[in-house]
């Protein structure tokens, strides 16, 4: 039981340091290049979202957006260069 505990306690923990990095933003502080990448790649999507974060130390730009009833998250850098759809 004391091991659960402990295993329920890392995760918990690496958890909320993961998302320490994340930080919901306004499309105003997306830089123009990301909005015009995403908007050209996804010009249905519905709903979109901004957050920011730092992968070994280069600041990604994340939209999470719908898609034909969907969810979808997709990164991009501060020059509009695709990073990866999930």
Same mark, same amino acid.
């Given at each position: 039981?004391?091991?659960?505990? $402990?295993?329920?306690? $890392?995760?918990?923990? =690496?958890?909320?340091?993961?998302? +320490? +990095?994340?930080?919901?933003? @306004?499309?105003?502080?997306? @830089? @123009?290049?990301?909005?015009? =990448?995403?908007?050209?790649?996804? @010009?249905?999507?519905?709903?979109?979202?901004?957050?920011?974060e730092d992968k070994k130390g280069k600041k990604?730009?994340?939209?999470?957006?719908?898609?034909?009833?969907?969810?979808?998250?997709?990164?991009? +850098?501060? +020059?509009?260069?695709?990073?990866?759809?999930?």
């Amino acid at each position: 039981m004391k091991k659960l505990l $402990v295993y329920a306690a $890392v995760f918990l923990s =690496a958890t909320f340091i993961s998302c +320490d +990095d994340h930080k919901s933003i @306004p499309v105003s502080e997306v @830089p @123009p290049a990301a909005v015009s =990448a995403f908007n050209a790649r996804y @010009p249905a999507a519905a709903n979109v979202k901004w957050i920011t974060e730092d992968k070994k130390g280069k600041k990604i730009y994340e939209a999470q957006f719908q898609l034909e009833n969907q969810n979808f998250e997709a990164e991009f +850098d501060a +020059d509009g260069g695709f990073i990866l759809e999930h």
